[in-house]
């Protein structure tokens, strides 16, 4: 697992290292340029090329875009860069970055979106360093909109644009910003060419991914999306959370991290982790246990015609390794079931006393409900099932069923529950605080699905997992890790009828073989992702368990 940071968390570790004496941090802005240009040169080495930036295939003139036999004919020009330097620390990244592109060849134009003056230290050094080798174009003063060598029209010609207008630092509504600084969001950013961020593209809020919105009626500017569309962006030491959460994933294009030299992150509980590779050794079964070693699960299951839901959540269970899984069916059921089963076993469960009954066997450790339930059958069945203190899984209809009374159900979770709702689901259990998440944010950090997710388990006092691309997973105590299906992760084709059924019984098997229960959550939600990337487009909710056994054989289980 590696760190997700906060901007606090990231300028914490800075500032320790450069107390520390190990490093200044000018010598951090120089590394931090430097990595952005290593990292462009890694992604597009037709820009490396030998000749120190001059080519004929990728560099015209300022001018208009020539004929192509003008073209073929052109003599080589310098690759041109626009660096676009905000008014902190990360335009001091860009003025490096400008630096040593033009120390390679390069025509390269800088445009301040702020005053020279009110740079911070390390920024107004590069600053000054720039300044020793090229202009600098203050926005304001130039005509924008013309054809005549505009910003416009050389960002649209530029063989690459540097945004470095705000990274960490962006903190208030951009209706604040003075009208130069607006003039870059005024942009359709998406059709620049080789668009790259620097730590993270202005206009994100680097803690939650969202964009600060502006107040329209203020500012007299249209409603829109106001930061800029990367096509790489590049981050220093550890990504941040808002490159994997929210809006940020399809802002970010695809997201690098460069080594500064920074120290190891320290643990601490506040960090949030990005889920890896689980260890294979935590997912192979004993050579000498039996199927009761492996634990034996109990999923309840809905009525005549609801019952795929649950079965879909048992072969999850049986694939992710629970010794048994037994479907507890009402009556009305029982032959629909019977003639759909092999595996898992099935039990009768009529109603609370039917129950109560079965769960007498304590050998039954784990328990999931919800998935096609039906919420009656949940609001007496969920009762029991608590009372029981076995790992429990609530999803689905187990969650809808109490969004009248949320503190009802809140009032029998215990540390041993694994709560599983979509954005759906975590409204109606957690109105107040999806509310504040999805009101439109003006200012950063924004609040956002991590602090929504901690909080939630803090009042449900057991595991949340908070589905979603962007699934993220908290325990009461406020330890927190976000499950990023984006980037070379992306899996779309788990947004199909069904998905969330089968990890909720991945959550069950593993809970049932003695993980814990944020441990169950984390392994169920990576290995979840990983079934639907093994199994590519055209992916149904039924392929999934189908695919543990090859996610299990690359991971050396
Ligand atoms: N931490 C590290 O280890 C390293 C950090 N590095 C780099 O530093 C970056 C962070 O720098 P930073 O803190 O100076 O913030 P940055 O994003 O440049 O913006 C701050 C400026 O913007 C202004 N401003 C904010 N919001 C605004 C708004 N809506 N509208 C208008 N203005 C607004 C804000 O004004 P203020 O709110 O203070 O009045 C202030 O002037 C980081 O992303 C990385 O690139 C690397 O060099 C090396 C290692
Ligand atoms: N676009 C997406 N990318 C990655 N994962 C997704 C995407 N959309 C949904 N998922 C995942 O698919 C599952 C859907 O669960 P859920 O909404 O409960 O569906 P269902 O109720 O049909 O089973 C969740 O695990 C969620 O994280
Ligand atoms: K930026």
Not at 5 to 11: K, V
Not at 240 to 264: E, F, M, N, S, Y
Not at 383 to 404: E, I, M, N, Y
């Amino acid at each position: 697992m590696t760190e997700l940071l906060t901007a606090a968390q990231m300028r914490v570790i800075e500032q320790a290292a450069i107390d520390s004496g190990e490093v200044t941090g000018l010598e951090l802005m120089e590394r931090a340029g430097r990595g952005v240009v290593e990292a462009i040169f890694e992604e597009w080495p037709e820009l490396a090329e030998e000749h120190h930036g001059l080519t004929p295939d990728l560099a015209t003139d300022w001018g208009p875009t020539p004929e192509p036999l003008e073209a073929f004919n052109a003599e080589p020009r310098p690759l041109r860069a626009v660096v676009l330097c905000g008014p902190g620390n990360n335009g001091g990244d860009g003025f490096v970055v400008a630096r040593v592109l033009k120390e390679r060849g390069w025509a390269v134009e800088v445009f301040l979106y702020g005053n020279a003056e009110k740079l911070p230290p390390d920024a107004r050094v590069n600053y000054e360093r720039w300044s020793g080798l090229g202009g600098i174009c203050h926005p304001w003063l130039s005509t924008i909109y013309d054809n005549d060598g505009d910003l416009r029209g050389k960002l649209f010609s530029a063989d690459l644009t540097i945004d470095a207008v705000f990274g960490t630092g962006l903190s208030r509504d951009l209706g604040s910003v003075h009208a130069d600084v607006w003039s870059a969001f005024d942009l359709d950013t998406g059709a620049i060419c080789r668009l790259v961020a620097v730590d993270v593209p202005s206009g994100v809020c680097s803690d939650s991914g969202e964009t600060l919105d502006i107040d329209c009626r203020a500012t007299g500017v249209d409603e829109g999306l106001f930061a800029f569309q990367a096509e790489l962006t590049v981050t220093f030491h550890r990504a941040k959370l808002g490159h994997h959460i929210a809006v940020g994933p399809a802002l970010c294009g695809k997201v690098v991290v460069k080594d500064i030299g920074l120290p190891r992150v320290p643990a601490a509980p506040g960090i949030c982790r990005a889920i890896g590779e689980p260890l294979a050794p935590w997912l192979r079964k004993s050579s000498t246990g039996h199927k009761f070693a492996n634990g034996h699960a109990l999923i309840l299951t809905g009525g005549f015609g609801k019952t795929g839901a649950a079965r879909l959540s048992a072969r999850g269970a049986l694939r992710v390794g629970a010794g048994l899984v037994t479907l507890g069916v009402p009556p009305s059921a029982q032959m629909e079931m019977a003639s759909h089963i092999t595996a898992p076993m099935m039990t009768r469960v009529e109603g609370a006393e039917g129950l109560k009954a079965v769960l007498e066997d304590v050998r039954l450790n784990a328990l999931c409900l919800g998935p096609g339930m039906g919420q009656e059958r949940a609001r007496e069945l969920v009762p029991v099932a608590l009372a029981a203190k076995r790992a429990t899984v609530l999803d689905a209809d187990a969650l809808s069923a109490f969004s009248d009374e949320p503190e009802a159900l809140f009032a029998q979770l215990h540390e041993q529950c694994v709560l599983t709702p979509h954005g759906g689901e975590f409204v109606r259990l957690f109105p107040d605080i999806a509310a504040k998440l999805n009101e439109v944010p003006t200012k950063g950090p924004a609040y956002s699905k991590v602090d929504a997710t901690r909080e939630a388990a803090k009042r449900a006092g057991c595991v949340v997992l908070f589905k979603g691309p962007d699934t993220v997973i908290a325990d009461p105590k406020g330890r927190c890790s976000v499950n990023s299906a984006h980037y070379d992760r992306a899996a779309p084709w788990l947004a199909t009828a069904g998905s969330g059924d089968v990890l909720a019984g991945f959550i069950t098997g593993l809970l049932a073989r003695g993980f814990a229960p944020m441990q169950a959550a984390e392994t169920a939600a990576w290995l979840h992702v990983e079934c639907a990337l093994e199994f590519g487009p055209g992916l149904i909710a039924e392929d999934l368990p189908e695919q543990l056994p090859a996610v299990f054989r690359k991971l050396g289980v």
